[in-house]
C-alpha cells in the first residue's frame, strides 16, 4: 500500500512518468508533482468541482480520482485547454460577462461547461443550469456564468451556420 | 447615470471625455484566473517549506490532561510536534475587545490551546512535517488525553445561574450587552391600534470560500524579518497584529496578498491557527504553509449570525408605524474574535432595526453570550440580514393585521426622499437615502400588480406563490468610528500612489485589496479616467505592505468610496504635476493645456502636444534639457478617509416570488428583484455583480445553510455533502436596478455596494414565504426555511 508506484499518462499533450504513492489523488498529484496549480482544490471530497479536469475526454473531480487510475491516460488540464485555444471563446464571454470574481471556481466552472457545449449546441437556460450543479460558486451567484455559457453556444452555433 | 451633484460649480474630472466612470468594462487581468494561472496561497510552494497539520479537540470543552509526542515525533518526514504551552514562549494571547463597545470582555485566547479546549475543532498540537500528508499522518499519532467538562451550547441558557461560566476569571457568560431607548416607546404602543409581537430565529452559518483559509509564514532570522503570504482582506491590520505578538516591529513585518479565492468577511479576521503558522515559521527558522481543510474550515472560519430575536411593532389602523421593540440574543462561542470583535454583530442589530422608517420611537437589548461552539464574527452585511428580517417580518405582519399591503404601508412609513439629512432612533446619520424611489422603481420592474393578479389566479388552482418585499439600509465607508475609536489598530483610511513609467504608463499602487469584487479595475477605470489614459496602460498593485501606501484594505463595502477617492485625489495631482512639466516643455500654460487618450494635447481643440511616453523620456533620461529651476514630480499620493459622516448609509429594497410546494415543503424561487443606491457607479456590471452574488448569499441564509450543533457541542454537518449552499440548479435570475443618490462628501460620490445583497436577501424571501402560505393562517420567522419547518409549520410532520 505504501510502496510508490510508477504511472505513466499524458498531461496536456506531454508525456508524464512518476513514482506516486497509492493514495495520492489526482488532484495533488497534478498541483503537488507537476505544479499544474490551475486545478484548485475545495473540498476533497468530491462536492464542489473545483479540481474538475477532463480525463479521456470524461470529466472527473480529481479529488476522487487517484493518481495512478490516471495511469495510460490522457488528462487535460485548464493550463492544457487555455493553451491549445480549446476553451478561447467560453473563458472571452466569461471576461466580458464578469462571469468570475475570486475565480477560484473558474477552471472547473470553464471545463464542465465546455463538456456541456460540446453534448448540446443550444443548451437552455435550465440545461446549463443543470450541468453546472456540481460546480460551487461562492461569489457570483451563477446567473453571469450561464449568461457566457449561453453566449458561447449562440456564438459557436452562428459560426457554424 | 448621475444625478445631480451637490457642488455643480466644480467641473468634476469624473465628466472628462472618455472617462470609465460609470461604464461596463472587463476588469484587467482576468485571463490568468481563467487560465489557471492566478497566484492563490494554497498554490505557493517556497524552498524548505513545511507543512503544518493542527491536532484539533474531538471536545467542545475539555481541560487537556496530556499529550504524549513522542511516537509522533518519530514518524517519517516530522520537522517538529508543537504544544501550546511550547508556542506560547514565541507568541503572546490576546483579548478580542474594543473600548467602544463599552463592557465588552473577553478571556485571553492562545494561539494553542494551555490547559483546556474551548470549542470543538480548537487547536490544541501543532504537527510539523515536510508534506502535508506526512503531517496528518503523524497528527493521528499525536496521543492526547483530555478530561470533558460540561459544555455550554445553548445560548438562551447561558446566562443562567445553574449553567456552568466557561471563563471563571469573567464572572459569567455574558460578553456583551447593549441597552437603547429612544423616544416615547410606552407611549407609543399605547397610542397603537395593533401591537404585533413575535421571535425571530435565525440559524448559525458560515462563508464557506471555496479556497479555504491558507496562509505561508516565512521567517528569515538572518533578515529578521517574517513575510506572511495570507489571502487577508486587510494586509496592514496582520501586520499589526502578528509584529505585537511576536515581539517584532512592524518593519520587521511583510504581509503579501495575491489572489484570494472567496472572502466575504471570512477572511478578514485573524485566526488561531494562522496566528500559530506564523509562530512555527520564527520558532522553526523556516517557512511554514498552513490550508485548512474542508473539515477546519466549517469548524474553525468564524460563524455569523446565529441569533434569537423578539420583536414588537405598533401599528396604526390607518398603517403608521408607532415603534420598534427588539431583545435580540446571540452566542458567539468561547472568545471573542480578534481584533474586530464579536460584538459588532449585534450592535449592528441594535442600530439597524427600524433603520428604514420614520418612527422615531424605539427600545432596543441586545445580549451577546459565551458558549463552547466556534467563534462568530463578522461575514458579509454583519447585522443586516437580521436586523431587516426583524424590521420587514414585523412590517409585514403588523400589515396582515390591518389588511393593508405590504407595499402600502412601506410608503406610508418610508423616510421621504426629500427628509434628508436626517437621523434614525440609534442615532445613525443619513445625508441622503432613496427609499420611495427605489420602491417606486421596483414595483415597475416586478409588474406587482401583475404579480398579485397571477398569485391570486393560482391560488385558485392550489399552488402558493408569494411575493415578499424588504427595504434595508447599509452601512458603507466606514471612518474610524467602526474600530479606531475603540483601539483597534485597522485603518480607516486608504491611500493611493500613482506615477508615470519611463514609457508613459502609469503605475498605481493602492492600500485596498482584491478579492474578486473588482478593486483593481475600479482603481484603473479611476486613475486612466482622472489622468486621461487608456486603462490598459495603468498597472495596479495591491496586496503588499512593502509596497503599498497605509490603509484599511477592502471590507464594509469600502473599497470604492474611501479607495476609490484616494485614487482620484493623487491622479488629479499626477495630472497637474504632468501638465506643469508638459507646460514648460511646450512653452504654454498649464491651463491651455489637458491630457486625452495618453497624450498631452491642447484643451481648447484636442490637437495632440506630446505622448506622455515622450515627455516621460525628456522627464527621466535628459532633464538637462527642461529650463532651469524645474523638477517634476511625476508621482503623487494621496489618503483619504470620510470624516463629516461616520458612515456612508445605502439603501434599497428587494422583491422575491416563489412557490411553495405545500405537500413537500420544498420552496421554488422564481425571480428575485433588487433596486439600490450606492452613490456613483464606477462600473455598472461590478455593482450588478457585486448584487447578485450578495443575493445568493442571503437566500442560502433564507433556505439551506445552517451549522447544526447537537447538544454536547459537536458540530453533525461540517462537509459541503452535508452542509448546503446555494448550486446553479436552485438559484433564480437576478434582475438589478438602480437609483443615483452621490455622497457629497467626496469628490467621487460612491458609496459601498458589497453587502447590500446579502442584507434584504432572506428578508424578502421569509416575507414572500409567509405570504404564499397566507392561505393556511400561518407565519414563520426562522431561517433557513427547511422543508421540514415549513412542513411542520403546516402540521404536516
Known amino acids: 500500500m505504501t510502496t510508490p508506484m510508477t504511472i505513466s499518462l499524458s498531461v496536456n499533450g506531454e508525456r508524464v512518468d512518476a513514482q506516486v504513492l497509492p493514495r495520492l489523488n489526482l488532484a495533488d498529484f497534478l498541483r503537488e508533482h507537476l505544479h499544474l496549480t490551475g486545478t484548485h482544490v475545495g473540498c476533497e471530497h468530491g462536492i464542489c468541482g473545483a479540481c474538475t479536469v477532463r480525463l479521456d475526454g470524461e470529466i472527473v473531480r480529481a479529488c476522487l480520482t487517484l493518481a495512478v487510475q490516471a495511469h495510460g491516460a490522457n488528462v487535460e488540464t485548464i493550463e492544457g485547454l487555455s493553451d491549445n485555444g480549446e476553451l478561447a471563446d467560453l473563458q472571452r464571454a466569461f471576461r466580458d460577462r464578469n462571469a468570475l470574481q475570486c475565480g477560484y471556481c473558474t477552471p472547473g466552472m470553464l471545463i464542465a461547461a465546455q463538456d456541456l457545449l460540446k453534448q448540446h449546441s443550444e443548451p437552455s437556460r435550465e440545461q446549463i443550469r443543470e450541468h453546472l450543479s456540481g460546480n460551487y460558486c461562492r461569489c457570483t451567484g451563477y446567473q453571469a456564468i450561464i449568461d457566457a455559457v449561453e453566449v458561447t453556444a449562440r456564438l459557436r452555433r452562428s459560426r457554424v451556420a | 447615470m448621475t444625478a445631480a451633484r451637490e457642488k455643480p460649480e466644480v467641473p468634476s474630472v469624473l465628466d472628462r471625455p472618455n472617462s470609465y466612470i460609470g461604464k461596463t468594462v472587463p476588469r484587467p487581468n482576468l485571463d490568468r484566473l481563467m487560465q489557471g494561472r492566478g497566484q492563490y496561497v494554497s498554490d505557493l510552494e517556497l524552498p524548505r517549506m513545511a507543512h503544518v497539520v493542527f491536532v484539533r479537540s474531538p471536545h467542545a470543552h475539555a481541560k487537556i490532561a496530556g499529550i504524549d509526542t513522542a511516537v509522533a515525533n518519530q514518524m517519517p518526514g516530522v520537522v517538529a510536534v508543537v504544544t501550546g504551552p511550547e508556542l506560547a514562549a514565541v507568541i503572546t494571547p490576546w483579548v478580542g475587545v474594543l473600548s467602544h463597545l463599552k463592557g465588552l470582555k473577553s478571556a485571553p485566547q492562545q494561539a494553542i490551546a494551555v490547559d483546556r479546549a474551548c470549542w470543538q475543532g480548537e487547536a490544541v498540537a501543532a504537527v510539523v512535517a515536510t508534506s502535508r500528508a506526512l503531517a496528518e499522518d503523524a497528527a493521528e499519532a499525536v496521543l492526547v488525553e483530555y478530561e470533558e467538562l460540561e459544555a455550554v451550547t445553548d445560548m438562551r441558557t447561558a446566562l443562567n445561574p445553574q449553567t456552568p461560566v466557561i471563563h471563571a476569571v469573567l464572572g459569567d457568560n455574558l460578553a456583551f450587552e447593549r441597552i437603547h431607548d429612544a423616544g416615547t416607546v410606552d407611549q407609543a404602543f399605547a397610542d ?569 436577501a432572506a428578508a424578502a424571501v421569509a416575507n414572500a414565504v409567509n405570504d404564499a402560505l397566507r392561505p393556511f393562517g400561518i407565519t414563520i420567522t426562522e431561517i433557513p426555511l427547511t422543508p421540514q419547518l415549513i412542513l411542520s409549520a403546516l402540521g404536516r410532520i
Open chain 2, 192 to 760: 397603537a391600534d395593533e401591537v404585533v409581537e413575535t421571535s425571530f430565529i435565525f440559524g448559525r452559518h458560515t462563508g464557506v470560500t471555496l479556497e479555504p483559509r491558507a496562509v505561508v509564514a516565512d521567517w528569515n532570522s538572518a533578515e529578521e524579518r517574517l513575510t506572511i503570504y495570507q489571502g487577508s482582506q486587510a494586509p496592514h491590520m496582520v501586520q499589526n497584529i502578528a509584529a505585537l505578538h511576536l515581539g517584532l516591529e512592524e518593519r520587521q513585518v511583510r504581509v503579501v496578498c495575491k489572489d484570494v479565492g472567496g472572502s466575504f468577511g471570512i477572511k478578514v479576521h485573524i485566526y488561531a491557527d494562522e496566528m500559530a503558522t506564523y509562530a512555527l515559521s520564527k520558532l522553526l527558522r523556516r517557512p511554514i504553509k498552513f490550508v485548512a481543510d474542508r473539515v477546519e474550515s466549517f469548524n474553525t472560519d468564524i460563524h455569523a449570525r446565529d441569533h434569537h430575536c423578539k420583536g414588537k411593532i405598533g401599528v396604526k389602523r390607518d398603517g403608521t408605524i408607532t415603534a420598534f421593540e427588539i431583545d435580540d440574543l446571540t452566542g458567539i462561542g468561547p472568545y471573542s474574535m480578534y481584533p474586530r470583535t464579536s460584538a459588532i454583530e449585534a450592535n449592528q442589530v441594535v442600530n439597524l432595526v427600524g433603520g428604514p422608517y420614520v418612527t422615531m420611537n424605539y427600545r432596543a437589548r441586545a445580549r451577546v453570550v459565551f458558549q463552547n461552539k466556534n467563534v462568530m464574527c463578522q461575514y458579509r452585511a454583519v447585522g443586516h440580514p437580521i436586523a431587516c428580517s426583524v424590521t420587514e417580518g414585523l412590517v409585514d405582519l403588523a400589515a396582515m393585521k390591518i389588511g393593508m399591503d405590504p407595499v402600502e404601508i412601506r410608503r406610508r412609513n418610508l423616510i421621504a426622499d426629500d427628509a434628508y439629512p436626517c437621523a434614525s432612533p440609534s442615532g445613525l446619520r443619513f445625508e441622503k437615502l432613496s427609499h420611495h424611489a427605489s420602491l417606486a422603481k421596483l414595483l415597475e420592474m416586478m409588474d406587482y400588480d401583475r404579480l398579485r393578479a397571477e398569485q391570486a389566479e393560482l391560488r385558485k388552482r392550489n399552488i402558493h406563490r408569494g411575493i415578499g418585499i424588504a427595504s434595508f439600509i447599509e452601512v458603507t465607508n466606514p471612518s474610524a468610528a467602526f474600530y479606531g475609536v475603540g483601539g483597534a489598530k485597522i485603518s480607516s483610511q486608504d491611500g493611493v500612489a500613482v506615477r508615470l513609467d519611463a514609457q508613459g504608463s502609469v503605475i498605481c499602487q493602492t492600500s485596498i485589496t482584491e478579492q474578486g469584487q473588482g478593486s483593481e479595475s475600479l482603481t484603473a477605470q479611476i486613475v486612466g479616467s482622472v489622468l486621461g489614459v487608456p486603462m490598459e496602460r495603468v498597472r495596479v498593485i495591491l496586496g503588499d505592505t512593502d509596497n503599498t501606501p497605509y490603509g484599511g484594505g477592502t471590507w464594509a463595502s469600502r473599497g470604492a468610496g474611501i479607495g476609490g477617492e484616494a485614487a482620484l485625489q493623487a491622479t488629479t495631482i499626477l495630472r497637474k504635476n504632468i501638465l506643469d512639466v508638459a507646460a514648460a516643455i511646450l512653452q504654454s500654460t498649464p491651463a491651455e493645456l489637458d491630457i486625452a487618450d495618453g497624450a498631452v494635447v491642447n484643451s481648447s481643440d484636442g490637437t495632440s502636444r506630446i505622448e506622455l511616453s515622450e515627455l516621460a523620456r525628456i522627464v527621466y533620461f535628459r532633464p538637462d534639457t527642461l529650463p532651469p529651476g524645474i523638477q517634476p514630480e511625476l508621482m503623487a499620493t494621496r489618503h483619504y478617509v470620510p470624516r463629516e459622516y461616520p458612515f456612508a448609509f445605502t439603501n434599497g429594497v428587494q422583491a422575491s416570488w416563489l412557490e411553495v410546494d405545500t405537500d413537500t415543503g420544498f420552496v421554488k424561487l422564481l425571480k428575485h428583484w433588487v433596486v439600490e443606491d450606492c452613490g456613483t457607479i464606477i462600473n455598472p456590471q461590478l455593482v450588478d455583480e457585486q448584487i447578485r452574488g450578495g443575493v445568493v448569499q442571503g437566500l442560502g441564509a433564507a433556505l439551506f445553510e445552517k451549522c447544526i450543533y447537537d447538544e454536547r457541542g459537536q458540530l453533525t454537518n461540517a462537509n459541503m455533502a452535508d452542509y448546503l449552499v446555494p448550486m446553479s440548479g436552485e438559484m433564480p435570475d437576478i434582475d438589478v436596478g438602480h437609483v443615483v443618490s452621490p455622497t457629497a462628501e467626496s469628490e467621487l460620490g460612491a458609496k459601498g455596494a458589497g453587502e447590500a445583497g446579502t442584507a434584504g
